[in-house]
């Protein structure tokens, strides 16, 4: 699996695959970006790469309408549209210690790029912030100047995030050291 460096998910998912589901995926980090990475993927160089749906077809989207590639499994807490037929993450797993840990992953990358304020917040001011925000996704210049960079708008509502955040603070201890001993020792 090619990857730019160490410290995003195309680096550390690959190794959780390996030591949690028994793959055996050899990461060669130092691509100078992920077009590196499709290139080497195209001079078979690397055989994948662990990349994010929105950065995948908003940068190479012939990729996936042409057919050039295969995805085989989604991190993530719901499949995409687009991706109906693909497990999740978690799907892989044969017990409820094995769930537990796949989804406090999928969880954590589902997350993406939040954005959100510190604890404490009034109701009535996170109120406005949540529904400036949602305004914004759904502003019809904003969606069509996305459209035209080919950028994927799907947010994670607030409320959603919030849950997801709270449920990823609240998972226990024992699945945490699980996914800690299992992350790259370079991290």
Known sequence: MGNTGVGGPASWLPELYNKLLGTKFQVINGY???????????RGEVDGYCNPWAALISATPELVRDHLISIFVQAGVQKEKELPDVPLLSDFATNAEDKTTLDFISRSVSIGRAIGTTPGVPAA???????????????????????????????????????????????????????????????
């Open 32 to 42: 100078g970006s992920g077009t590196e990475v499709k290139l080497a993927m195209e």
């Open 125 to 187: 001011r996170l109120a406005i912030l949540r529904k400036a925000f949602d305004d914004t996704l759904a502003d019809p210049d904003f969606l069509a100047e996305a459209a035209k960079e080919g950028a994927l708008i799907a947010p994670m509502d607030g409320t959603t995030l919030q849950q997801s955040i709270e449920e990823i603070v609240n998972t226990p201890q024992a699945i945490r050291d699980r996914v800690k001993a299992a992350m790259p020792e370079q991290l």
